[in-house]
């Protein structure tokens, strides 16, 4: 019950309310750049996850220039067995690049990456 307790506890209680104080400030600009880096990453995921899946406007192209050469053949009395078929069909095997699949690999792990971190952010804040 000493006086010196007293202050003592005064000032401990005074220095970990500011202390608490700036931890909850930084939370808050960790939430404020997880936020903003996720909405960014995630735009960028829309965009370049597309080179993970078959390119169906171009398998549609190669198989209307298919019917086309062979309609002339057919027009031009041409048997049809000479006209070359398409390469890209609806069931060929399509395998995207391994860079591709790297980048977006990254990207997907950078966006749980940020993800969890605002979720541990928020945690903290609650508790």
Not at 71 to 86: D, E, M, Y
């Amino acid at each position: 019950n000493a006086r010196v307790w007293k202050v003592y506890n005064h000032e401990v209680t005074k220095i970990d309310s500011d202390r608490i104080e700036d931890w909850r400030d930084g939370l808050d600009s960790l939430l404020v750049f997880a936020a903003l880096f996720s909405a960014v990453i995630t735009t960028i995921v829309v965009q370049t996850s597309t080179n993970l899946q078959k390119d169906w406007g171009e398998v549609t192209a190669n198989l209307l220039v298919e019917l086309i050469m062979i309609q002339r053949a057919g027009l031009n009395g041409i048997p049809v067995n000479t006209i070359p078929s398409s390469q890209l069909t609806p069931s060929s095997k399509f395998t995207p690049r391994s860079v591709d699949v790297a980048i977006n690999a990254l990207f997907f792990f950078s966006l749980a990456l940020s993800l969890s971190t605002a979720l541990a952010a928020i945690v903290c804040k609650q508790w």
